[in-house]
């Protein structure tokens, strides 16, 4: 493959390819398809001062859009394998089936309209002359075979594997072609909590759209569905057995590929496997086939899900809501989720209170936020950290991840995440977890240009503005998300628990200076809330700090230590200069108390959510599992806060 590695920006001489290299080959990929989607531009002294770990993206055109404008989401080009698939190739846990006479055309290649009717017209396929032709998506992907990997594991760092392919399905024709993909989760629930054993995955073998046309294959067979029995439909139609399902495949034309008109596919795209008897996928074109598990042998029953998307696509697709637009007149209403515990399966309660028989924390937990959702009806829903109990997530996060954002997404609620410090204690790390919950309906989840996958700066930094819809350049609100980190890493000088760093609160302010204050009016109130998982020290400051004698406003239940850091970072300054009223967190199960504190030139409350997840402690003579609501009115610049018990939800407290 030829390269240009003249290819520069002018003035400012950055390159616009970069040349991968590989397997003996070279890939010229250009440096958009590379960039990380980011919350918010710092200014370009920041910037300078703060350098991104590629110097190269250290200018204000490659660090991303500003808040106020525009989709924050990854262009459609992208998306194509799914998130999961192309992360398995960056683990090395996706191979081609046959690297000698692999054609490379990149998943992500960006196809010209011009090659694109080339090819249509080569292989006498007309389209409906109503159909945009930079709608067809080239890269989709068409799942081709089936099989199982059997493995040998020692600890989680060494692995050998053989594979079983469904031999009935191995098209020779397509193999220069495929790509396969390996769902790295263990269907025997084994790898991850024993030293050594055996572990199973399945995967697939597939190929593009793209790369079919430019085969010219007459046919080949793609999979339709899945199905609890071997009965097919059609004579067109082989049934194959992997585990306890019927995995069904048809055969196409490339004719067959391309419907006159924009429509649903029949045709799977790509595969996903979700454990435990309660699993969800509320995923957009994501369908779970929960009539019968994939097996039901080993830790857990294993279900797979299906997803289909058509391969004409409107601009529209997948274009979900990232921006909040209040109506006049009317207040915004956030409920904050703290501290689920969830993982996989239903789990055990831990400290119910009052105690019932037969309790199944997630379950019990799941109903309780349906609940509320449906009393309040929120414009927002805010997960505080800790919504995934790692240690019960070994097998997979990613299913525990969909439970939890279910019913939000099932009531079409926009929704925001910051990260606790049991959440990357499963199989996905903070960073997978981040590009799990960035792409999923409804999420407002966001990348700072700083956040990196060692954590360092932290993952999850960022921004979210409410606006007038009358007036889409008012911001009514603003409410800033910052990653609250771990454990101490110095225990010895700071034992406990990890702080937001300095640069993380920098980081807030410069962008607050630099591309918000301006858009912030003056002469009418302006609500600014913060959200992290870990309290900062002010939650302590029961005690007035400017009047020697007196206590500080506090409402609502003191009943455990405050676990914040031993170190004090200088947040409560800066959510000061920020304009910040509330901030709001989680940790402290037991807490849910408002406190006051006037350590900063203007008083700021400072709130805990309470504990809402049954799989979490909770104890100190019993505490019901709480969750905690926001009323917030922009005309008055007053904030509402009561909390709904589990118990009896329909009651205000």
């Known amino acids: 493959m030829s390269s240009n590695n003249s290819n520069t920006q002018e003035n400012n001489n950055i390159p616009v390819n970069v040349e991968l290299h590989g397997a003996g080959k070279t890939k010229v990929v250009s440096l958009e398809q590379l960039r990380k989607p980011h919350a918010v531009t710092a ?16 200018n204000n055109n490659a660090a991303g859009g500003l808040l106020q404008t525009g989709n924050h989401r990854p262009s459609q080009e992208n998306k ?38 080339g090819l249509l017209s080569y292989n006498h396929i007309d389209l409906d002359p109503t159909i945009n032709i930079a709608n067809l998506d080239m890269n989709q992907l068409i799942i081709t075979n089936i099989g199982i990997k059997k493995c040998h594991y020692l600890a989680t760092k060494f692995e050998r594997c053989s594979e079983k392919p469904t031999k009935k399905l191995i ?62 439909e059609d004579k067109d139609q082989i049934a194959l057995k992997v585990y306890d399902l019927y995995f069904i495949f048809q055969k196409f034309n490339l004719k067959q590929l391309f419907p006159h008109k924009t429509s649903d596919s029949i045709m799977v795209n790509d595969l996903n496997v979700l454990f435990g008897i309660d699993c969800k996928d509320p995923r957009n074109s994501w369908k779970l086939f929960k009539d019968k598990p994939l097996t039901n042998h080993h830790r857990f029953p294993s279900y797979i899900s299906l997803e289909r998307t058509p391969i004409i696509k409107s601009p529209e697709y997948n274009n979900n809501k990232t921006q909040i637009m209040l109506p006049s007149g009317k207040n915004l209403k956030i409920v904050q989720l703290a501290d689920l515990h969830m993982g996989v399966g239903e789990n055990k309660c831990i400290d119910e209170y009052p105690a019932t028989e037969n309790c199944h924390a997630d379950t019990k937990t799941f109903q309780f936020i349906k609940t509320v959702l449906d009393i309040e009806q929120p414009d927002l829903v805010v997960f505080t950290g800790d919504q995934i109990m790692g240690d019960r997530s070994v097998q997979d996060s990613e299913t525990t991840l969909l439970k939890v954002v279910a019913p939000i997404i099932a009531r079409g609620i926009p929704w925001a995440m910051v990260w606790g410090n049991h959440d990357d204690e499963g199989s996905l790390s903070r960073w997978e977890l981040s590009e799990l919950a960035y ?148 940790h402290d199960h037991c807490n849910d108390y408002c406190l006051q504190s006037d350590s900063a030139r203007n008083p700021i409350w400072l709130c805990f959510g309470g504990g809402a997840g049954e799989g979490g402690y909770a104890g100190y003579g019993g505490t019901e599992r709480r969750i905690r609501i926001y009323n917030i009115n922009p005309r008055s610049g007053n904030i509402y806060t009561w909390k709904r018990l589990n118990g009896s939800p329909n009651r205000e407290i």
């Open 43 to 58: 200014s370009p002294e920041f910037m300078k001062n703060h350098p991104i770990r590629d110097t190269q993206l250290n």
């Open 80 to 117: 194509n394998p799914s998130l999961r698939s192309i992360k398995q190739q960056d683990r090395n846990t996706s191979s081609l089936t046959n690297t000698e006479s692999v054609v490379d055309i990149p998943h992500n290649k960006k196809w010209q309209k011009d090659e694109i009717v």
């Open 171 to 232: 098209q020779p024709l397509l193999k220069p072609y495929l790509q396969q993909h390996e769902i790295k989760k263990d269907i025997r629930g084994s790898f991850g909590f024993d030293w050594f054993g055996k572990s199973e995955y399945l995967y697939f073998d597939s190929v593009t759209v793209g790369a079919l046309l430019q085969l010219q294959i007459e046919s080949f067979y793609t999979l339709v569905e899945v199905s609890m029995d071997s009965h097919v």
């Open 439 to 586: 792409e999923l309906p409804y999420s407002l989840f966001k990348f700072s240009p700083f956040d990196t996958p060692d954590n360092t700066f932290g993952v999850g930094n960022y921004i979210q503005q409410v606006f007038n819809q009358s007036n889409p350049n008012e911001a009514l609100m603003t409410f800033y998300f910052l990653d609250s980190h771990k454990y101490s890493k110095t225990g010895k000088l700071y034992p406990g628990y990890d702080w937001i760093k300095e640069k993380q609160w920098d980081y807030m302010k410069d962008v607050y200076e630099t591309n918000l204050y301006k858009d912030i009016p003056t002469d009418k109130p302006h609500i600014s809330m913060a959200f992290f998982h870990i309290p900062i020290p002010e939650y302590l400051d029961v005690d007035s700090k400017k009047t020697a004698g007196q206590k500080n406003p506090i409402i609502g239940s003191f009943k455990e230590g405050v676990t914040a850091p031993k170190y004090n970072s200088g947040g409560l300054k800066v959510l000061d200069e920020l304009g910040v009223q509330v901030t709001s967190c989680g």
